[in-house]
């Protein structure tokens, strides 16, 4: 069973940096991309960046240029710097990768940005 545990979130003041990492464990044989998601409250899920097995990135636009999403491919992990955080990024932060061909997703990390 493959599993993938989010790590980092937390309360963090406007302006401020946060780094989100995801670890993935299980019977792996591939992982194609990685990326990370977020739903804010009474908001629908959405694409935060993707990073593929190369290293190509693809962020959406309310976070270019604040956000840095990496991998880690020999331990199996996606990082994702948040800087310049703003309250609008308060959301639950899901991980997500194509493992051996399937989607898998983890349970999420919850991140607070307030005074």
Not at 70 to 86: E, G, I, P
């Amino acid at each position: 069973q493959v599993q993938l545990v989010e790590s980092g979130g937390g309360l963090v003041q406007p302006g401020g940096s946060l780094r989100l990492s995801c670890a993935a464990s299980g019977i792996i044989f591939s992982i194609n991309y990685m990326g990370w998601y977020r739903q804010a409250p009474g908001k629908q899920r959405e694409l935060v960046a993707t990073i593929t097995f190369s290293g190509s990135t693809n962020y959406a636009d309310p976070v270019l240029g604040r956000f840095t999403i990496s991998r880690d491919n020999a331990k199996k992990t996606v990082y994702l710097q948040m800087n310049s955080l703003k309250p609008e990024d308060t959301a639950v932060y899901y991980c997500n990768a194509d493992v051996n061909t399937r989607v898998y997703w983890g349970k999420g990390t919850l991140v607070t940005v307030s005074p």
